[in-house]
């Protein structure tokens, strides 16, 4: 860079002396003169301009948003953020690529990696989705890059990075903290004079209340079949309690084969008997189901925390969330959520371009972006980040004040389970609302399990 704006100035030098003379012989010669220098003087000038311009890097940047859907508040911000970025980055093009459906980005992300074909900067999952990418060496580690910056690093929660570390060493930045929570729609339940339920038999009768007045009583889109094991996962954890599934999930000490994951099946299944779930729910897409919803043609929603931003803001007053119901018997807390950190921001450690690269993560966790994903609804995962309060809509207020009071909160399995298990974890919660056995489909299940990470004693 110093040789380069060395050169500049010696280039600049040359054609000041240059100008000069040519202005001195457009006032001596003639009319074939004057038209010389004007040629003369084109061309130099052409010649400042392209001199001024630093050459430009570019860098490859993956993420998952739909673009498409007005509604999606993520795609808003991070268009946002890239018009901004290239403003005031002008030597940095970025080449984005995003991806509508999460399993299809999962799915993009993990074959380039494999590969060895991983953009400058990606969104990930973290825990064990993150992990295998972390083993092969294909993430770049940020400590240096967090430490440099002690502006930076103010930003940053130390707690919320534990998801994105492995060996001491930080690989990726989390954007937000998520929940997943029972969405209702208040009107609904107040013209059809359906009380909020907070016990398993309150749950069905809502359910069967909506049915027989022609309301979806759950929008479930589950094409994508994550969707419904956040469903499941609930009802294991109100039977469960908090620590059952970390024996199998996280320790690995545990199978899948134990009675509460059958137990927490059958559930699952009294309610789509009762007819909470839409005809159609294993073939519904995600568009299609929040759309269900947020028009009033759906009572209640389980989804998650990162559509607390869209939901308010198309839904208004009318949105609430519940905590799920209790199960008689169970050992589960009705103030206990699924809670992790999500959406991290990575760097390819094969990244050429890797200062670039820093650059525009360090932009999606400056103050005015982060201020402007919080005002957006979104629950942040940084610290001391000035943003405007009443800009934040009312339910991202109380959600944050539900997950603040948690009395535990447990993570969405598929995470720690990595991308083999917790596809087959997903799958598994699917096959079974669609009439496969039970005892057979977590058998397969706990096989592949153990063939993945082995059962420790």
């Keep these: 860079m110093l040789k380069y704006i060395k050169n500049l100035v010696i280039i600049r030098l040359m054609i000041a002396r240059n100008m000069f003379s040519l202005i001195s012989i457009y006032y001596r010669g003639g009319k074939l003169m004057k038209r010389v220098f004007l040629m003369l003087a084109l061309c130099m000038l052409v010649a400042a301009v392209s001199v001024q311009a630093a050459p430009k890097v570019t860098i490859t940047f993956w993420y998952q948003a739909n673009e498409a859907n007005p509604q999606d508040v993520e795609a808003q911000w991070m268009k946002e953020n890239l018009q901004l970025f290239q403003k005031v980055n002008p030597d940095i093009k970025v080449d984005s690529t995003y991806v509508s459906a999460s399993d299809q980005y999962q799915t993009k992300i993990t074959t380039e990696m ?32 967090i430490k440099k910056d002690p502006g930076f690093k103010s930003l940053l929660v130390d707690a919320n990075l534990v998801n994105s570390t492995f060996d001491k060493k930080v690989y990726a930045l989390p954007n937000i903290v998520t929940s997943e929570l029972l969405f209702y729609n208040k009107e609904l339940f107040t013209k059809y004079g359906v009380e909020v339920p907070k016990t398993w038999e309150q749950l069905i009768t809502a359910v069967k209340k909506f049915k027989a007045d022609g309301i979806v009583p759950m929008s479930m889109p589950n094409k994508e079949p994550w969707v419904g094991t956040m469903t499941y996962m609930y009802i294991f954890d109100r039977i469960a309690g908090p620590n059952k599934w970390k024996e199998t999930c996280l320790n690995h000490t545990g199978k899948f084969t134990a009675p509460e994951y059958a137990a927490a099946a059958k559930k699952f299944l009294e309610l789509r008997d009762a007819g909470a779930f839409p005809e159609n729910y294993n073939s519904m897409d995600y568009a299609e189901g929040k759309t269900l919803f947020i028009n009033g043609k759906a009572a209640m929603y389980m989804m998650g925390t990162w559509e607390v931003g869209s939901l308010g803001q198309t839904m208004g007053n009318k949105v609430d969330f519940m905590p799920f119901p209790l199960i008689p018997g169970g050992k589960g807390n009705l103030e206990s959520y699924v809670l992790s950190q999500d959406m991290g921001f990575a760097i390819s450690s094969k990244s050429p371009n890797k ?40 339910l991202s207020g109380k959600v944050i004040q539900a997950l603040n009071t948690a009395k535990y909160g447990f993570l969405p399995w598929d995470n720690p389970l990595g991308v083999n298990v917790g596809k087959e974890l997903n799958n598994s919660t699917q096959l079974i609302l669609t009439g496969a056995n039970i005892k057979e489909t977590f058998e397969k299940l706990e096989q592949i399990n153990e063939a993945e990470f082995g059962l420790k004693k």
């Design 114 to 145: 494999a590969a060895n074909n991983a953009p400058d900067v990606f969104q990930t999952w973290l825990s064990g989705r993150l992990e295998p990418f972390v083993k092969a060496g294909r993430v770049y580690p940020l400590n240096d890059v």
């Design 355 to 394: 200062e670039a690269a820093n650059k525009l993560l360090k932009y999606l966790f400056s103050k005015e972006r982060q201020a402007a994903w919080a005002e957006a609804g979104q629950l942040i995962t940084t610290k001391n980040i000035p943003y405007n309060k009443d800009k934040v809509p009312v």
